[in-house]
């Protein structure tokens, strides 16, 4: 039989390792149900009252509230089994989701674009449209400025102004008026900004221009708020306008603009044409003292560059100032000014009376080489120039001063004999052929498009014919353009009627005899035409016509004009 005795109390003992265990967890050894009482006691839990042989079941404690907030959370936003998604449904939800975070207006975004898809139904009654516009007022009130900045909400906002009331047109006015100038900046906001130019009644629109003031070059200078100046210097009246065109010349003169414009708002001013035509870039230098119109030129040229180095030329404001600018600076000014214009980025501005009196300019006082870009600019372009009210004067400057007539044959006559037909039919292109047979004539030329062309007395004579140059013969479109001035003087060298005549020679004067011989009775009928008929008849001013295509060729158009107009 074993001995008995006492137990072991070695390392390896439960009592030993019991301790340890106390030590360990803080329980302190000992008996362990005794020490969870303690600890319930000492948490302020009570011992429940249990039924004899129940074992004691220990309470949690009070829980803090602010952890009970996140609890609620987890039942209003249960969370997604993505699982059980297909793979598309998976990324609507993820990119409605980064939106989300992006764009903290993205659902309000979503609503009007859904409400806009209503109104745009066919089947949607009058009715519910007016009370689409209304949900769409108001759910965008006070929000103008970051819906603006959005491809979808700018549309809609855009409709509200078309199609709303005149109280939703005046709150979105109200709120668009203080972000005016940011909206303008912005690739989809500059739209905005232009339908509420558009539907803004004329009473209201000096407060909006208002907003405007002392930003005009900074907008000129900016792609959208070029667009929207544009709109704006339409819709202004001449004052107005008069005071946006001051900006560009100095902060002095702008400021004095501005309050005869303010003025002239606040009395009513009764001949507004009289007073803009007081606010003109030449009265500002000759009201300035001699010492500030260099200050004043320098202000102009320093506004003005920026924007034609952009190509940003163009809104009409734009022609307006080169226009002045190219009158009244000097000329080494003046050259380094629209040395930039001298490509195709001109043939933007020739729609108007203030663009072509530019390209007139750069003509006039251009260099050889600026005579010949401004030629190869025309290339491939030169019907929609010439048919243009105000672009076919400059293929009229250029028959008038350039002296390389090879290249200007090349790049310009060429293109207008073969659309002859088209071209003495009409009011404008005509012009072109009639400056060749009677030049300066104001018969045919108003006086403002022969105020465009050179002084006639600064070109040379005939008597110095024999100094004037050959044409060019082995002349090239794509040749240097570093070459010598073609001009010793201040417009060209070679006489006018050497020019015209060599412009008639090859092609041109024989397909505009054909033409009338062919087509003797329609041009004698057209009230534009006959004129033109009637001028190739008598072989154009000093017989260059008859020199260019010789007789035989006026024998057969002696014989179409002599046969009855029943036969022809």
Sequence with gaps: MPKSGPKPTGSGSKANRAERRGKRFGTGGGNQTESKAVKAKKAGISKPKSKPGRKFRETKPNVKPEKTKAAPKSKAEPEIDFNSLDDKTKK?????????????LHPLIQELSAEWEVYKARTTSATEKTKIIAILAD????????????????RVLQAVLKFGSSAHKQKLLEEARRDILPLSKSTYGNFLIRKLLESTPPADLPKLLAAFRGKITQLARHPCGSAVLDVAYTLANPVEK????????GPEFALDAQTKAVVAATKGEKNPNALARGMQFKDALAGAPPGKRKSVVHNSVRSIVPIVEKGLIGPEYVHRVLAELVNEVPKAVMTELLE??????????LHTMEGITVGAAMVRHGAAKDRKKIARALKGNVMKVALDDHGHMLIVCLMDVMDDTMNLKKMVVSELTKNLDDAIFNKYARRCVLHLLAPRSKAYFPQQFLDLLPDPHDAPSTDTMEEAPPPTVKGDEDEDDDEDDEGGGPVSKK?????????????????????????????????????????????????????AVGLESYRKLYDAWQRPLGRC
């Design 92 to 104: 609507k939800l993820i990119d409605a989701k980064r939106k989300t975070d992006r764009k903290p």
């Design 495 to 547: 006489p006018a009627a050497v020019r015209r005549q060599e412009l008639l020679q090859g092609g041109l004067g024989q397909a505009l005899v054909d033409v009338c011989c062919a087509r003797t009775a329609e041009l004698l009928r057209s009230q534009t035409s006959a004129e033109l008929l009637m001028e190739v008849v008598r072989g154009g001013v000093d017989g260059s016509l008859a020199i």
């Design 242 to 249: 008069a005071a946006m065109l001051a900006e560009f010349y």
């Design 139 to 154: 759910k965008s009130k006070g929000k103008v400025a970051a819906l603006g900045n959005d491809h979808k909400a700018s």
């Design 340 to 349: 930039n214009l001298c490509d195709t980025a001109l043939l933007r501005m």
